[in-house]
């Protein structure tokens, strides 16, 4: 078969399952599997694939159908602009997260050698892409679990970002070593019902994504932390869930009530990112 009779078959495959961005993931993963770029797959589309190429495609198609997320069939995923390794230790990075960290950029390059903690870093991708826009940064990265860890520490390392990207092992603000100017999360905010509706259920870890009865447990409990360990005139930015919004403003203004908060909406203009910036001293 060639490369454009593969790739339409698959598509038909994946059609009849209803997986989402069939086209593009049909397309990257006979990409990984050619080890080619999207340009040469459609200048050539003509060639033949191998029939070694051909089975290890299928393989990979198989394992989509039943469920798979195609990044940890791969064993990574694009996130700003950047690869990172990913494997069932640690969430798939999404591009909404991709906001919470030009939110973070903004308010960072305001400040002169920030000292920036990036808390249930996961895969690393949001310090690490904090880290190398941001060259006079210091980040913190923190996760309790120590698999996630040993994933953020190889991409770190395949960024040649280790020593500006501190890596601690510990549940939440509790192993930063001293205060920072800035708090970024992306913690687990899935409420516990609603678990079984997320397509990659099953695959993820659930504890990347269980965020308790209502999706808060998490954030109530970084938001209590992080009065003692923001530095005067620190932010504090969170991504939020689907309908979130009022709970966590008004748990900050309680928690912080001189602070300014600000919301920001993802592209498909759900609230997505809160930010909270203390007065200075």
């Known amino acids: 078969m060639t490369r454009r009779e593969v790739l339409a078959r698959a598509r038909e495959l994946l059609t009849k399952k209803n997986v989402p961005d069939l086209d593009w993931e049909a397309e990257l993963l006979l990409r990984d599997t050619l080890k080619i770029s999207r340009t040469e797959l459609y200048a050539e589309p003509q060639l033949a694939v191998t029939p070694r190429q051909e089975a290890e495609f299928w393989a990979k198609i198989g394992r989509r159908l039943e469920g798979e997320p195609a ?44 000292l920036i903690a990036d808390i249930g870093t996961g895969s690393g991708a949001i310090a690490i892409t904090l880290a190398l826009n941001l060259p006079e ?120 009530p001189g602070a300014t908060i600000a919301v920001s909406p993802d592209l498909r203009r759900i609230d997505r990112v809160v930010c909270l910036s203390l007065p200075k001293e």
């Open 71 to 114: 990044a940890y069939i791969i064993g990574r995923r694009e996130f700003y602009g950047l690869d990172f390794w990913v494997d069932d230790s640690v969430l798939i990075p999404r591009p909404e997260t991709e906001l919470l960290v030009e939110k973070a950029l903004e308010l960072a390059r305001t400040r002169q050698s920030p």
């Open 137 to 256: 940064a210091t980040v913190y990265a923190t996760d309790i679990s120590q698999r996630a860890l040993n994933t953020a520490r190889c991409n770190c390392e395949r960024h040649n970002i280790l020593g500006r990207v501190r890596i601690y092992a510990g549940d939440l603000l509790e192993p930063l070593p001293v205060p920072v100017d800035m708090i970024v999360a992306n913690l687990p905010y899935i409420a516990t019902e609603d678990l079984p509706l997320v397509n990659t259920w099953g695959f993820e870890p659930k504890m990347a994504l269980n965020g308790g009865q209502d999706g808060m447990d998490f954030i109530r409990r970084l938001c209590a932390q992080a009065g003692k360990l923001l530095k005067p005139g620190g932010s504090l930015l969170l991504e939020i869930g689907i309908g979130q919004k009022d709970k966590v403003v008004d748990l900050l203004c309680r928690l912080f």
